[in-house]
């Protein structure tokens, strides 16, 4: 008889019910391809963190606080001891750490163990702890200081607190927070707060009091209720478009992008999840442990997976419990620790979710303990840009606005598309002061594609500010450039003033040339991608110069009265017209004058001033008196005139009359 | 690039994915063992009589591999069909070893054996016994006759 081992663990079913290719004990192996068992790897150490125990290690591919300047991968959270917990950035080996600094608030000076959940928004990593001692903490490594920062809020309007949130999570380009009611109504475990679209905060980053309200983060009514009151939320996973939302009891589904349109839905009344990293998304599913034993979601209904290991339920201490997801191996991990035994989980319930199939895992001792406090699956930001530069085009112009055109090229999720605006000066300088400047950032969102956005006139507030784009797709942004003067710089998820943005925050090629037309404004645009904070990995990127604007298609005040027209008359049937036109500011213009006997038939059409010197020409101010000998002694002469500019476009008419001697 | 677990073990970040070899002095988990416990193959169904005859495993291997194969008779432990493969590391190709072993039992004190093992059930026990390698069961034979069969001949 042959006999292969592709069935995994059962230890539940009756000795005639268990497969041929499963085992009684299936210890330290993992299973690959089909009907084929492998000793499992080691686990090995590659560093150490200085001065306390780890309690959280989070995916974070951006900025480069590492040592030796290395694009960041990993953060470790440590709790120091006696007191205090610090973050520590390393790059994408989990190498190289740097001490970014200990975490502000009352995690400065906390002695127990913090229970740390995370979640990545736009280049930067929120903090809350599931006990709901410390408040929400942000790590936002593009500040040039106050890198670690606590906001405070005030929803009731009494004095602004930290958010005390237990679980956090990034869903839909909002940031997630469970458990925390308002400042003066903390404890509301079933509430769920979520953020404005893209969160974006000014530049000064800690202290500032502009950072400090509600407004820049949270609506004070964006929030809903999840289950029964005083029901914990325990979880939040994001998976496949959705926001599967644990309790102590159930779960729940929730589908929406915005307070509007949100949904949620129950999935199940039984199998909550028992602790709040005992969850994980794995291929657009969700593994976790309820109170009944493992369950999966894939869309439908909550499936149970853990039938053949039913027998070792009762050994599975759930509170420690944490979860994670191996890609390479197609596995889930439940990492726990014996209900008979300490709290540190030093074993696994493997679920392999190709096969179906359960084994177990078991560590060793060396000299130091194998304790798990937490782990997590780093997905290291590639070595380099996209190699496919994003392109940048300018579609046809309206009146003052331009529409832009870009396509991420081969950009993945993690890397930022920006495009910004310039205005260049008449002296032919990129202009990079006050207020001139109009930096757009753009948080990539995959599969969010085709979102549209209109930079608007005044301080750009966050909610203008759409997530764009997916790599490989074409979105749209419609810029009013006449506004753009008095828009504030906002650079790649941050506020910034004019000198940060050419002054090392703003790390791509320096401005191209400028595509000088004429004396006039010229606006420019550019797009890059961007990763992190490298320096190096910007260069030669593609920029796009962008043409000014065409004119007005319609009478502005600009065009309202270029031409004044006066006549005097000597000698007879000579009529001289003393014609006075102002600048424009149009692309090539000229003069049409027309004559007419009647007001109403006009003909005889000529131009003034037309060629391709008439921008120099119109540049100044313009006197010029012209003789026409016109056949029509003693009758009344009609002579009007307008602008026209190269693209066609005109003046109304300016009209006087005379009488021919 | 390829995606990277990482385990934090007190002071420690450990890499899930490490070397294939972790007894050196990186190790974190010396002393972990592994172990596979098949079910009660019972080939002639429950209440049939088997003389079990020879076992083939079949594995492979590149760094060398170490383990010990126990067979277990109608939960019997058959110390004396106790095997431990042991096999070198093998430069590439990944080599592919079926291990032969011969099913017997002491049937006196003077160590007569004999050709195989009477029963209805059997398992097999797998562990290693050095934990330096990495290798790849892929699977098992079991050769056995039938008792009844066996009798008569």
Known sequence: MSIRFGGGLNVTDSPEAVADDECYAIRNFQLQGIGRATTRRALRSIGTVLGGEISGIFSFPFGTDVTGGAEAGVVYIVKLSPTGVRLSVADQNGQNATIVGTLPGSWASTGSQPMVTAATMNGKLFLVDESQQHGLAIYDPELPSGKLWQPEFSFAGSAAQPLRGRVITQYNNMLFVAGYGTEDDADRPEVVRFSYLGLVFDSEGAGDAGDTGSENLFDIDDYFMVGERGTAVVSMVPASGRLIIATEKAVYSLFGYDRSTFQLDLLDNQRGCVATRAMVEAGGDVFWWSPLGPCMYSGGQVIDIGHKILDRLHEVRTDTMFAVHDPATYEVRFYYALTTSGEDPDRAFVYNYAQKAWTEHRYGTDSEPVRFFCGGMVRPSPTAPPAAAPTLTAADAQDTNVSLYWDNGDASPGIRTIIQLSEVSSAGQVNTSGTTVTAIGFTFVGGDVGKYITVASGAMPAAKVTAIGGGGTTATVDVSLGTLSNVAAYFDDTWVDAATVTSGVNQHTPWPTPFVLSPQTVYMARVAHRRGGTTTDYSARGFTTLQSPEPPTTNTQLYATPISISTYQSPANLVFLHMSVMPTYSDNPWVEVQLSTDGSTWGGSFSLFQGNDGLAAIALHIQADFGLSLPYSGSTVHIRARHIDGYGNHSEWISTSTVVQ | ?153
Request: hydrophobic share 35%; charged share 20%.
């Open chain 2, 1 to 153: 690039m390829k995606d990277m677990l990482l385990l934090g073990s007190s002071q420690s970040v450990l890499q899930s994915d490490g070397t294939t070899n972790y007894s050196g002095v990186e190790s974190a988990e010396a002393n972990s063992e592994m172990y596979l416990l098949t079910k009660a193959y019972t080939p002639l169904g429950p209440s049939g009589d088997c003389v079990f005859r020879r076992v083939y495993l079949s594995f492979s291997h590149t760094d060398g591999a170490a383990f010990m194969v126990t067979p277990i008779v109608d939960g019997r432990y058959i110390y004396e069909c106790i095997r431990i493969v042991n096999r070198p590391p093998h430069t590439s190709p990944t080599e592919r070893f079926t291990a032969v072993i011969p099913l017997g039992e002491r049937t006196s004190a003077f160590g007569n054996n004999a050709a195989g093992v009477r029963g209805t059930s059997i398992q097999l026990e797998i562990k290693t016994t050095a934990p330096d390698h990495q290798w790849h069961l892929e699977g098992i034979e079991i050769s056995f006759q039938s008792g009844t069969r066996a009798k008569r001949q």
